[in-house]
């Protein structure tokens, strides 16, 4: 043959091929478990297999035992097909398939694996940054790299008071409405699942219940004390970044309620601790000394307690720490 026919010849091939339909072609026999196969609530996958052209049925198995087999609608192409079995994953399982043409002779075998741990949810990643003060029933949104059906709130030192409800866990994009955290401080962890397992617990978030936001100063920058739990709360960029426990005025000589703003820390000794700052009425014109104090103790057994004559009482570690990182003129919110 002569090169100029040669060459002819091998363009008319190359024509034809490219002509031809894609689907038309032989395939590699493939396994897969698509996304529409996945039923994550129940922990189930059914296998698709991608066959040749040629391919007159599909026997799918598993762990070597037989699943299903399924027919081919056109075997002059290749295509897809799926086993319609959906299996539930429980432990690491080994799915087969063989090929077949019409007269039963096989085309090609293939194996795939799939695990359990493929499918369950990473560790949540919770959106909120530790200090951060929640409503008293708020929304928590958190990540994981799976598609969640469940999740689970652990919370301590006290118990939740109404368990969260799971709104949305398609993609991993968890939301969980109406989580109710006792007041004061929490921490939280979260761990998520579906049928497939449950992930690890999340690192602890520290979060804080102070009621409802509305009724919080508006500022970015206050002092909080609570004379319920007993705790004064430094809150930065309304984020709470300190807290400590404290002793408040007795039922004869109370602590008064009310907005203040701090004076410049002064030398004490004695039942003042080692240093006090006063507490002036809320003014934007005149400093009103109230005759309050946050101070020191030289009586910390008292801390946790109604032991003062109105003052707020502070371990002289706290006061010490307290007067370096909280400036003069920072407004100061007194609540029962």
């Known amino acids: 043959m002569s090169q100029r026919r040669l ?35 129940a922990g189930t996958v059914t296998i698709a297999a991608d066959y040749p052209a040629g391919t007159s049925k599909v026997f799918f198995s598993v762990s070597g035992q037989p699943l299903a087999t399924v027919a081919v ?9 799926s086993s319609g079995v959906p299996y539930r994953l429980q432990a690491p399982t080994r799915f087969g398939a063989d090929f077949l043409d019409a007269r039963g002779a096989s085309l090609g ?22 200090g951060s003060i929640v409503a008293p029933s708020y929304t928590l949104q958190a990540e994981a790299d799976r598609t969640v059906t469940g ?14 409800t799971l709104t949305s866990g398609a993609d991993g994009h968890i939301r969980l409405s109406d989580l109710r955290v006792p007041d004061g401080v929490e921490q939280l962890r979260l761990r998520a699942s579906n049928g497939f397992g449950a992930s690890s617990p999340s690192p602890a978030r520290t979060v804080f219940s102070l009621g ?12 909080l004390v609570d004379k319920r ?4 709360y430094d809150v930065r960029r309304q984020l709470v970044v300190r807290h400590y ?80 990182i909280v400036p003069s003129g920072t407004l100061v919110l007194i609540r029962k």
């Open 7 to 41: 060459f002819v010849v091998t363009l008319a091939l190359i024509a034809s091929a490219a002509l031809a339909p894609a689907d038309s072609r032989a395939a590699a026999p493939g396994l897969s478990a698509p996304a529409a196969g996945i039923d994550w609530l």
């Open 73 to 81: 609608a056109d075997p002059t192409v290749a295509g897809t097909v």
């Open 109 to 130: 075998v293939t194996k795939f694996g799939l695990s359990p741990a493929t499918f369950t949810p990473s560790t949540p990643r919770l959106s909120l940054p530790g």
């Open 151 to 164: 999740v689970e709130v652990k919370a301590g030192p006290e118990p939740l008071t109404r368990q969260a």
């Open 212 to 223: 409802p936001l509305s009724k919080l100063p508006e500022r970015a920058n206050y002092v």
């Open 229 to 232: 739990s007993m705790t004064l």
């Open 245 to 324: 426990d404290i002793a408040i005025g007795t039922p004869s000589t109370p602590t008064p309620n009310g907005y203040f703003k701090l004076g410049a820390a002064r030398p004490a000794s004695g039942s003042w601790g080692v240093l006090r700052r006063p507490l002036y009425r809320f003014s934007n014109t005149r400093r009103w000394p109230s005759g309050f104090y946050i101070h020191g103790t030289n009586a910390p057994w008292d801390i946790g307690t109604w032991a003062s004559h109105g003052c707020v009482r502070l371990y002289n570690w706290a006061i010490r720490e307290f007067t370096k």
